[in-house]
Protein backbone atom coordinates (compact mmCIF):
# COMPACT_ATOMS: atom_id res chain seq x y z
CA UNK A 1 0.00 0.00 0.00
CA UNK A 2 1.60 3.27 -0.74
CA UNK A 3 1.01 6.16 1.14
CA UNK A 4 -0.12 9.18 -1.11
CA UNK A 5 1.01 11.43 2.34
CA UNK A 6 3.80 11.75 5.30
CA UNK A 7 2.15 9.14 7.82
CA UNK A 8 2.20 11.73 11.01
CA UNK A 9 0.62 14.11 8.57
CA UNK A 10 -3.37 13.11 8.11
CA UNK A 11 -4.82 13.59 5.11
CA UNK A 12 -8.00 16.39 4.66
CA UNK A 13 -10.57 12.84 4.43
CA UNK A 14 -8.92 11.37 7.27
CA UNK A 15 -9.43 14.71 9.57
CA UNK A 16 -12.88 14.69 8.28
CA UNK A 17 -13.16 11.33 9.44
CA UNK A 18 -11.89 11.78 12.48
CA UNK A 19 -14.05 14.56 13.36
CA UNK A 20 -17.04 13.24 12.58
CA UNK A 21 -16.47 10.02 14.14
CA UNK A 22 -15.51 12.17 17.45
CA UNK A 23 -19.04 14.43 16.86
CA UNK A 24 -21.05 11.37 17.06
CA UNK A 25 -19.54 8.98 19.61
CA UNK A 26 -19.00 12.43 22.03
CA UNK A 27 -23.05 12.44 20.88
CA UNK A 28 -23.87 9.26 22.14
CA UNK A 29 -25.29 8.14 18.79
CA UNK A 30 -22.29 5.15 18.39
CA UNK A 31 -19.83 3.66 20.22
CA UNK A 32 -16.33 3.51 19.44
CA UNK A 33 -15.87 -0.27 20.12
CA UNK A 34 -19.08 -1.07 18.13
CA UNK A 35 -17.20 1.02 15.26
CA UNK A 36 -13.85 -1.54 15.72
CA UNK A 37 -16.64 -5.05 15.65
CA UNK A 38 -17.75 -3.98 12.72
CA UNK A 39 -14.51 -3.41 10.77
CA UNK A 40 -13.00 -6.58 12.61
CA UNK A 41 -16.59 -8.88 11.00
CA UNK A 42 -15.28 -7.40 7.80
CA UNK A 43 -11.54 -8.12 7.80
CA UNK A 44 -11.88 -11.37 9.54
CA UNK A 45 -15.26 -13.05 8.98
CA UNK A 46 -16.80 -12.51 6.38
CA UNK A 47 -15.85 -12.61 3.15
CA UNK A 48 -15.99 -15.35 0.13
CA UNK A 49 -15.18 -18.55 2.11
CA UNK A 50 -18.97 -18.60 2.81
CA UNK A 51 -19.99 -18.39 -0.74
CA UNK A 52 -17.26 -21.26 -1.52
CA UNK A 53 -18.58 -23.64 0.94
CA UNK A 54 -21.92 -23.23 -0.75
CA UNK A 55 -20.71 -23.60 -4.01
CA UNK A 56 -18.38 -26.70 -3.08
CA UNK A 57 -21.45 -28.41 -1.48
CA UNK A 58 -23.72 -27.97 -3.99
CA UNK A 59 -21.22 -29.57 -6.15
CA UNK A 60 -21.04 -32.63 -4.35
CA UNK A 61 -24.64 -32.99 -3.02
CA UNK A 62 -27.57 -32.95 -5.65
CA UNK A 63 -30.07 -32.33 -2.31
CA UNK A 64 -28.24 -29.08 -1.59
CA UNK A 65 -28.06 -28.36 -4.93
CA UNK A 66 -31.42 -28.20 -5.24
CA UNK A 67 -32.16 -25.95 -1.94
CA UNK A 68 -29.46 -23.91 -3.03
CA UNK A 69 -31.57 -22.63 -6.36
CA UNK A 70 -35.13 -23.07 -4.39
CA UNK A 71 -33.88 -20.64 -2.07
CA UNK A 72 -29.86 -19.14 -1.73
CA UNK A 73 -30.56 -17.31 1.48
CA UNK A 74 -31.52 -20.16 3.58
CA UNK A 75 -29.04 -22.94 2.28
CA UNK A 76 -26.39 -20.48 2.67
CA UNK A 77 -27.00 -19.65 6.09
CA UNK A 78 -25.28 -22.04 7.92
CA UNK A 79 -21.61 -21.19 6.19
CA UNK A 80 -22.48 -17.73 7.41
CA UNK A 81 -21.16 -15.46 9.46
CA UNK A 82 -23.26 -15.72 12.85
CA UNK A 83 -25.87 -17.86 10.56
CA UNK A 84 -26.82 -14.99 8.63
CA UNK A 85 -27.88 -13.89 5.34
CA UNK A 86 -30.10 -11.43 4.08
CA UNK A 87 -33.27 -12.56 2.32
CA UNK A 88 -33.99 -12.20 -1.38
CA UNK A 89 -30.82 -13.73 -2.18
CA UNK A 90 -30.77 -15.73 -5.87
CA UNK A 91 -28.13 -18.34 -7.33
CA UNK A 92 -28.16 -18.60 -10.78
CA UNK A 93 -26.02 -21.55 -12.80
CA UNK A 94 -23.63 -21.43 -15.27
CA UNK A 95 -23.96 -24.42 -18.25
CA UNK A 96 -22.42 -24.78 -21.59
CA UNK A 97 -25.35 -22.86 -22.82
CA UNK A 98 -25.50 -19.78 -20.44
CA UNK A 99 -22.59 -17.45 -18.86
CA UNK A 100 -23.91 -15.34 -15.81
CA UNK A 101 -22.00 -11.66 -14.64
CA UNK A 102 -23.42 -9.35 -12.30
CA UNK A 103 -23.28 -6.05 -11.83
CA UNK A 104 -24.56 -2.72 -10.09
CA UNK A 105 -24.80 -0.30 -12.48
CA UNK A 106 -26.45 1.86 -9.81
CA UNK A 107 -24.53 2.10 -7.54
CA UNK A 108 -22.61 -1.06 -5.48
CA UNK A 109 -24.93 -3.54 -5.05
CA UNK A 110 -23.09 -6.85 -3.91
CA UNK A 111 -23.58 -9.88 -2.02
CA UNK A 112 -21.91 -8.90 0.61
CA UNK A 113 -22.99 -11.34 3.46
CA UNK A 114 -22.00 -14.19 1.38
CA UNK A 115 -18.73 -12.85 -0.85
CA UNK A 116 -17.54 -10.14 1.74
CA UNK A 117 -17.12 -6.40 1.11
CA UNK A 118 -17.16 -5.88 -2.90
CA UNK A 119 -13.75 -5.06 -4.47
CA UNK A 120 -12.84 -1.81 -5.82
CA UNK A 121 -12.62 -2.97 -9.58
CA UNK A 122 -16.57 -3.84 -8.86
CA UNK A 123 -17.70 -0.54 -7.97
CA UNK A 124 -15.42 1.31 -10.14
CA UNK A 125 -17.39 3.02 -13.82
CA UNK A 126 -15.39 0.85 -15.88
CA UNK A 127 -17.19 -2.19 -14.76
CA UNK A 128 -20.68 -0.39 -13.91
CA UNK A 129 -20.40 1.34 -17.43
CA UNK A 130 -19.59 -2.10 -19.58
CA UNK A 131 -20.31 -4.74 -18.32
CA UNK A 132 -24.29 -4.51 -19.94
CA UNK A 133 -23.10 -2.67 -22.96
CA UNK A 134 -19.98 -5.41 -23.57
CA UNK A 135 -19.96 -8.26 -21.36
CA UNK A 136 -18.02 -10.47 -23.59
CA UNK A 137 -15.73 -8.05 -23.71
CA UNK A 138 -14.89 -7.04 -19.96
CA UNK A 139 -15.06 -10.79 -19.44
CA UNK A 140 -11.75 -10.94 -21.95
CA UNK A 141 -9.90 -8.76 -19.73
CA UNK A 142 -10.52 -11.26 -16.62
CA UNK A 143 -8.54 -13.55 -19.17
CA UNK A 144 -12.51 -15.30 -19.94
CA UNK A 145 -13.07 -16.08 -23.37
CA UNK A 146 -16.26 -17.52 -23.52
CA UNK A 147 -17.33 -19.56 -26.94
CA UNK A 148 -19.37 -18.53 -29.26
CA UNK A 149 -22.41 -20.80 -28.38
CA UNK A 150 -22.15 -19.49 -24.82
CA UNK A 151 -24.81 -16.90 -24.35
CA UNK A 152 -23.91 -14.01 -21.70
CA UNK A 153 -26.14 -12.99 -19.27
CA UNK A 154 -25.87 -10.35 -17.19
CA UNK A 155 -27.78 -9.50 -14.04
CA UNK A 156 -27.98 -5.65 -13.14
CA UNK A 157 -28.74 -6.16 -9.06
CA UNK A 158 -31.41 -2.42 -9.56
CA UNK A 159 -33.31 -3.63 -6.53
CA UNK A 160 -32.60 -5.84 -3.19
CA UNK A 161 -32.35 -8.45 -4.75
CA UNK A 162 -28.85 -9.98 -4.94
CA UNK A 163 -27.27 -12.33 -6.44
CA UNK A 164 -24.34 -15.56 -6.86
CA UNK A 165 -23.02 -16.90 -9.60
CA UNK A 166 -22.59 -20.87 -9.14
CA UNK A 167 -20.12 -21.80 -11.57
CA UNK A 168 -19.92 -24.98 -13.32
CA UNK A 169 -17.69 -27.59 -11.60
CA UNK A 170 -14.31 -28.31 -13.42
CA UNK A 171 -12.63 -31.05 -15.04
CA UNK A 172 -10.24 -32.78 -13.53
CA UNK A 173 -11.74 -32.90 -10.03
CA UNK A 174 -13.38 -36.20 -9.78
CA UNK A 175 -13.02 -37.51 -6.13
CA UNK A 176 -12.19 -34.31 -4.93
CA UNK A 177 -13.84 -33.26 -1.12
CA UNK A 178 -15.71 -30.95 -0.14
CA UNK A 179 -12.88 -28.64 1.34
CA UNK A 180 -10.60 -29.52 -1.70
CA UNK A 181 -12.84 -28.58 -4.44
CA UNK A 182 -13.97 -24.98 -2.15
CA UNK A 183 -10.59 -23.77 -2.26
CA UNK A 184 -11.16 -23.81 -6.31
CA UNK A 185 -14.10 -21.49 -6.28
CA UNK A 186 -12.87 -17.55 -5.55
CA UNK A 187 -14.98 -14.37 -5.57
CA UNK A 188 -14.61 -13.45 -9.05
CA UNK A 189 -16.00 -16.62 -9.89
CA UNK A 190 -19.03 -16.02 -7.75
CA UNK A 191 -19.64 -12.87 -9.99
CA UNK A 192 -19.15 -14.27 -12.88
CA UNK A 193 -16.12 -12.89 -13.97
CA UNK A 194 -13.54 -15.93 -13.67
CA UNK A 195 -13.76 -19.47 -13.96
CA UNK A 196 -12.44 -22.09 -11.37
CA UNK A 197 -9.16 -23.25 -12.75
CA UNK A 198 -7.51 -26.65 -11.70
CA UNK A 199 -3.95 -25.65 -10.26
CA UNK A 200 -1.60 -27.77 -12.47
CA UNK A 201 0.89 -30.20 -10.50
CA UNK A 202 4.22 -28.83 -10.74
CA UNK B 1 -32.56 11.31 -11.54
CA UNK B 2 -31.17 11.31 -14.88
CA UNK B 3 -27.17 11.21 -12.62
CA UNK B 4 -23.89 10.42 -13.22
CA UNK B 5 -24.27 7.54 -11.32
CA UNK B 6 -26.24 5.93 -13.69
CA UNK B 7 -23.67 4.64 -15.39
CA UNK B 8 -24.78 1.36 -17.61
CA UNK B 9 -24.11 1.60 -21.26
CA UNK B 10 -21.39 4.83 -20.85
CA UNK B 11 -18.55 4.77 -22.90
CA UNK B 12 -15.31 6.25 -21.96
CA UNK B 13 -13.98 5.01 -19.03
CA UNK B 14 -11.39 2.55 -19.84
CA UNK B 15 -10.43 -1.01 -18.86
CA UNK B 16 -11.26 -2.88 -15.96
CA UNK B 17 -8.72 -2.55 -13.82
CA UNK B 18 -8.51 -5.68 -10.85
CA UNK B 19 -6.52 -5.92 -8.19
CA UNK B 20 -4.63 -9.07 -7.29
CA UNK B 21 -5.38 -9.71 -3.24
CA UNK B 22 -6.71 -6.51 -2.29
CA UNK B 23 -7.52 -5.56 1.09
CA UNK B 24 -10.82 -5.42 2.56
CA UNK B 25 -9.90 -1.27 3.06
CA UNK B 26 -7.08 -0.04 1.51
CA UNK B 27 -6.88 2.87 4.65
CA UNK B 28 -8.21 2.69 8.40
CA UNK B 29 -10.42 5.60 7.77
CA UNK B 30 -11.99 3.61 5.13
CA UNK B 31 -13.06 1.10 7.50
CA UNK B 32 -14.28 3.77 10.24
CA UNK B 33 -16.11 5.23 7.37
CA UNK B 34 -17.95 1.96 6.49
CA UNK B 35 -18.72 1.18 10.30
CA UNK B 36 -20.18 4.87 10.95
CA UNK B 37 -22.47 4.46 8.07
CA UNK B 38 -23.52 1.18 8.91
CA UNK B 39 -23.85 2.23 12.89
CA UNK B 40 -25.68 5.43 11.58
CA UNK B 41 -28.02 3.61 9.52
CA UNK B 42 -29.17 1.36 12.14
CA UNK B 43 -30.83 4.13 14.25
CA UNK B 44 -33.59 4.06 11.27
CA UNK B 45 -33.47 7.99 10.89
CA UNK B 46 -32.34 7.05 6.66
CA UNK B 47 -33.42 4.25 5.44
CA UNK B 48 -30.70 2.41 2.26
CA UNK B 49 -32.04 4.50 -0.82
CA UNK B 50 -32.11 7.71 0.55
CA UNK B 51 -28.55 7.22 1.46
CA UNK B 52 -28.29 6.19 -2.12
CA UNK B 53 -29.92 9.39 -3.32
CA UNK B 54 -27.10 11.83 -1.02
CA UNK B 55 -24.75 10.34 -2.87
CA UNK B 56 -26.20 10.08 -6.36
CA UNK B 57 -27.07 14.12 -5.39
CA UNK B 58 -23.40 15.18 -4.85
CA UNK B 59 -22.39 17.57 -7.66
CA UNK B 60 -21.31 15.23 -10.66
CA UNK B 61 -17.98 17.18 -10.87
CA UNK B 62 -17.25 15.41 -6.96
CA UNK B 63 -18.90 12.20 -8.38
CA UNK B 64 -16.70 11.45 -10.87
CA UNK B 65 -13.71 12.19 -9.12
CA UNK B 66 -14.35 11.01 -5.36
CA UNK B 67 -13.19 7.37 -4.36
CA UNK B 68 -16.13 4.73 -3.12
CA UNK B 69 -15.36 5.28 0.16
CA UNK B 70 -14.68 9.51 0.11
CA UNK B 71 -18.47 9.44 -1.68
CA UNK B 72 -19.67 7.41 1.86
CA UNK B 73 -18.13 9.92 3.86
CA UNK B 74 -20.00 12.61 2.04
CA UNK B 75 -22.52 11.25 2.12
CA UNK B 76 -22.32 10.71 6.17
CA UNK B 77 -21.78 14.10 6.50
CA UNK B 78 -24.84 15.28 4.50
CA UNK B 79 -27.18 13.06 6.32
CA UNK B 80 -25.86 13.91 10.04
CA UNK B 81 -27.00 17.77 8.81
CA UNK B 82 -29.81 17.23 6.60
CA UNK B 83 -31.39 15.17 9.88
CA UNK B 84 -30.33 17.59 12.61
CA UNK B 85 -27.73 15.13 14.54
CA UNK B 86 -25.22 17.22 14.46
CA UNK B 87 -24.29 20.95 13.14
CA UNK B 88 -21.69 22.02 10.94
CA UNK B 89 -19.58 23.49 12.98
CA UNK B 90 -19.55 20.51 15.29
CA UNK B 91 -18.13 19.03 12.25
CA UNK B 92 -15.50 21.29 11.67
CA UNK B 93 -14.18 21.63 14.76
CA UNK B 94 -14.92 17.82 15.42
CA UNK B 95 -16.48 18.38 19.08
CA UNK B 96 -19.86 18.32 19.68
CA UNK B 97 -21.22 20.93 22.11
CA UNK B 98 -24.26 19.08 23.43
CA UNK B 99 -24.91 15.38 23.21
CA UNK B 100 -28.00 14.20 21.06
CA UNK B 101 -30.95 12.14 21.34
CA UNK B 102 -31.10 8.22 22.19
CA UNK B 103 -30.49 5.58 21.22
CA UNK B 104 -26.79 5.06 21.01
CA UNK B 105 -25.35 2.01 18.99
CA UNK B 106 -22.96 0.09 21.21
CA UNK B 107 -21.07 -3.33 20.51
CA UNK B 108 -24.28 -5.68 21.38
CA UNK B 109 -26.24 -3.66 18.32
CA UNK B 110 -23.27 -5.22 15.76
CA UNK B 111 -24.27 -8.70 14.97
CA UNK B 112 -27.51 -7.33 13.92
CA UNK B 113 -26.19 -5.26 11.35
CA UNK B 114 -23.95 -7.87 9.78
CA UNK B 115 -26.45 -9.12 7.22
CA UNK B 116 -28.35 -7.22 4.67
CA UNK B 117 -31.71 -5.86 5.96
CA UNK B 118 -35.63 -7.27 4.46
CA UNK B 119 -36.82 -5.06 1.99
CA UNK B 120 -39.79 -7.87 1.35
CA UNK B 121 -43.37 -5.70 2.17
CA UNK B 122 -46.99 -6.92 1.81
CA UNK B 123 -48.84 -5.41 -1.26
CA UNK B 124 -52.82 -4.51 -1.15
CA UNK B 125 -53.41 -6.31 -4.83
CA UNK B 126 -51.79 -9.00 -6.45
CA UNK B 127 -49.41 -8.00 -9.33
CA UNK B 128 -50.35 -6.91 -12.49
CA UNK B 129 -47.69 -8.73 -14.87
CA UNK B 130 -46.86 -12.49 -15.45
CA UNK B 131 -44.19 -14.25 -16.00
CA UNK B 132 -43.68 -14.30 -20.03
CA UNK B 133 -45.57 -11.52 -20.29
CA UNK B 134 -43.51 -8.25 -22.92
CA UNK B 135 -43.37 -5.17 -21.22
CA UNK B 136 -41.85 -2.27 -22.09
CA UNK B 137 -39.93 0.25 -19.35
CA UNK B 138 -41.63 3.48 -19.01
CA UNK B 139 -39.64 6.34 -20.51
CA UNK B 140 -39.65 8.31 -16.72
CA UNK B 141 -37.18 10.90 -16.00
CA UNK B 142 -37.76 12.02 -12.09
CA UNK B 143 -35.57 14.51 -10.58
CA UNK B 144 -35.92 12.40 -7.48
CA UNK B 145 -34.55 8.76 -6.55
CA UNK B 146 -35.58 5.91 -9.05
CA UNK B 147 -34.00 2.54 -9.62
CA UNK B 148 -34.57 2.43 -12.89
CA UNK B 149 -31.73 2.49 -14.75
CA UNK B 150 -31.83 5.25 -18.17
CA UNK B 151 -30.55 2.26 -20.92
CA UNK B 152 -33.45 0.34 -20.20
CA UNK B 153 -36.08 3.22 -20.21
CA UNK B 154 -38.43 3.11 -23.46
CA UNK B 155 -37.06 -0.78 -24.10
CA UNK B 156 -39.01 -3.70 -24.49
CA UNK B 157 -38.37 -7.16 -22.04
CA UNK B 158 -39.68 -9.96 -21.08
CA UNK B 159 -41.06 -10.97 -17.56
CA UNK B 160 -38.85 -13.67 -16.37
CA UNK B 161 -39.90 -13.82 -12.48
CA UNK B 162 -41.90 -12.15 -10.06
CA UNK B 163 -40.67 -11.38 -6.32
CA UNK B 164 -42.41 -10.90 -3.53
CA UNK B 165 -43.38 -6.94 -3.21
CA UNK B 166 -40.87 -4.31 -1.74
CA UNK B 167 -40.26 -1.05 0.04
CA UNK B 168 -40.54 1.18 -3.08
CA UNK B 169 -37.09 3.35 -3.18
CA UNK B 170 -38.59 6.18 -5.18
CA UNK B 171 -41.46 7.06 -2.90
CA UNK B 172 -39.37 6.69 -0.07
CA UNK B 173 -36.90 9.18 -1.08
CA UNK B 174 -40.05 11.80 -1.87
CA UNK B 175 -40.94 10.94 1.84
CA UNK B 176 -43.92 9.44 0.69
CA UNK B 177 -43.28 5.71 3.06
CA UNK B 178 -42.49 2.60 1.93
CA UNK B 179 -45.81 2.25 -0.38
CA UNK B 180 -44.49 -1.56 -1.21
CA UNK B 181 -44.87 -2.50 -5.05
CA UNK B 182 -44.46 -5.74 -6.84
CA UNK B 183 -41.04 -6.25 -7.84
CA UNK B 184 -40.12 -8.05 -11.09
CA UNK B 185 -37.10 -9.73 -13.09
CA UNK B 186 -37.01 -8.30 -16.62
CA UNK B 187 -34.97 -9.52 -19.46
CA UNK B 188 -33.99 -7.72 -22.35
CA UNK B 189 -32.25 -8.91 -25.38
CA UNK B 190 -29.00 -7.19 -26.37
CA UNK B 191 -30.43 -5.76 -29.93
CA UNK B 192 -33.29 -4.14 -28.15
CA UNK B 193 -31.18 -2.25 -25.93
CA UNK B 194 -27.91 -1.26 -28.40
CA UNK B 195 -29.14 -1.97 -31.65
CA UNK B 196 -26.62 -3.20 -34.29
CA UNK B 197 -23.53 -2.71 -32.05
CA UNK B 198 -25.20 -4.94 -29.17
CA UNK B 199 -22.24 -8.06 -28.61
CA UNK B 200 -23.67 -11.00 -30.14
CA UNK B 201 -25.86 -13.64 -27.94
CA UNK B 202 -26.21 -11.45 -25.18
CA UNK B 203 -28.84 -10.62 -22.74
CA UNK B 204 -29.66 -8.39 -19.76
CA UNK B 205 -31.82 -8.28 -16.80
CA UNK B 206 -32.90 -5.56 -14.09
CA UNK B 207 -35.19 -5.92 -11.00
CA UNK B 208 -38.26 -3.70 -11.76
CA UNK B 209 -40.62 -2.20 -9.12
CA UNK B 210 -44.42 -2.61 -11.24
CA UNK B 211 -44.50 1.14 -11.46
CA UNK B 212 -41.64 1.02 -13.75
CA UNK B 213 -43.54 -1.18 -16.42
CA UNK B 214 -46.38 -1.14 -18.80
CA UNK B 215 -47.55 -3.77 -20.66
CA UNK B 216 -45.98 -3.88 -24.75
Known amino acids: MAADHDESTPSDVELRV ?8 EKGYVEAA ?16 IGARAVARAWVDPDYRQALFADASAAIAPFAHLGRVGDQLIAVENTPDVHNMVVCTLCSCYPWDVLGLP ?20 LAEFGLTLAPETAVRVWDSTAELRYLVVPMRPAGTDGWTEDQLAELIGRNCMIGVELPTVPTVA | MDGVHDLGGMDGYGPVRAERDEPVFHHPWEGRVYALNTAMSARGVWNIDIGRFAIESQPPRVYTTSSYYELWLAKLEKLV ?40 RSAESGP ?23 YVRNHVGVVERVHDPNVFPDSVVRGDGPQPQWLYTVRFDGEELWGDDAEPDMVVSVNAFEPYLESA
Open chain 1, 18 to 25: RAIESVLV
Open chain 1, 34 to 49: ALDHIVEAHETSIGPH
Open chain 1, 119 to 138: PVWYKSPAYRSRAVKEPRSV
Open chain 2, 81 to 120: LQYHLAEADELERGHADVPGPEPRFTTADVAGVLARGSFV
Open chain 2, 128 to 150: RFAAGDRVRARNIHPRSHTRLPR
